[in-house]
């Protein structure tokens, strides 16, 4: 089974719009992970969200975590061009190490 | 303080050949991860280091690649010989307590 699946996989909205990007995932988990790749750059950490979190928010993106259904999702409001990227959830079992399972990612094409 | 850093960022290789892909750390950090995306897939883990030792290598595709921690610092991958489906984007990440691993920019290998 895998961990960390995002839908949709791929989401092209105007700026100024909101995107939001959904992530299931399998196993208990400590954290969830939200991270972005822009093309030909590398992975850039957004946000963490601890299982026992429910919300939180970091500038204009907000992550939701509901562990009874073992989904996330990511909001992006207000989009911008810049925003154009590829958004993978990612996330760590109980092992105690960082070890991180991604999902295929989101990838999000935000037009002027 | 410097992020982990991964050289080269882009490496393009004949099939055969050999390539090395080094990963510096953030100072301090015990525990050292490569991961992989190939091209339109997810990004895999490949192993796991805590200081020199490897905690976990189930994701090694095979023997050609070989990982090296010395003196529990920087890493390397060597891909020997490399193969057409070993292209793809290799990231590094480094932390030092579960659930804040940061990434490198990745190195984009290229084997034709």
């Known amino acids: 089974s895998q961990q960390g699946e995002e839908d949709p996989q791929a989401l092209s909205i105007q700026e100024g719009e909101n995107a939001t990007m959904n992530c299931s995932y399998k196993?208990?988990?400590?954290?969830l992970q939200w991270y972005r790749q822009n093309s030909g750059r590398g992975l850039v950490h957004l946000i963490l969200i601890r299982s026992n979190e429910r919300e939180k928010h970091s500038g204009r993106l907000r992550v939701t975590l509901d562990t009874s259904k073992k989904s996330s999702s990511l909001l992006i409001t207000a989009s911008r061009a810049a925003d154009t990227a590829s958004y993978f959830c990612a996330t760590d079992a109980l092992s105690g190490y960082s070890t991180l399972t991604f999902g295929k990612g989101t990838m999000l094409l935000v037009s002027p | 303080e410097a992020g982990v850093t991964q050289f080269p960022s882009h490496s393009v290789i004949e099939k055969g050949q050999t390539v090395t892909l080094r990963c510096d750390p953030i100072?301090?950090?015990?525990?050292l991860y490569w991961y992989r995306r190939v091209m339109g897939k997810e990004i895999k883990f490949l192993l796991h280091?805590?200081?020199?030792?490897?905690?976990?290598e189930s994701g090694m595709p095979n023997n050609r690649f070989l990982a090296e921690r010395t003196g529990g610092t920087y890493s390397t991958l060597k891909v020997q010989p490399a193969e057409l489906e070993d292209s793809g984007v290799y990231f590094c990440?480094?932390?030092?307590?579960?659930?804040?691993?940061?990434f490198g920019q990745g190195t984009r290998l290229t084997v034709v």
């Open positions: 990440a480094s932390s030092q307590v579960q659930g804040g691993a940061f």
């Open positions: 196993t208990s988990i400590n954290n």
């Open positions: 100072s301090g950090h015990d525990n």
């Open positions: 280091f805590v200081k020199e030792s490897k905690q976990d």
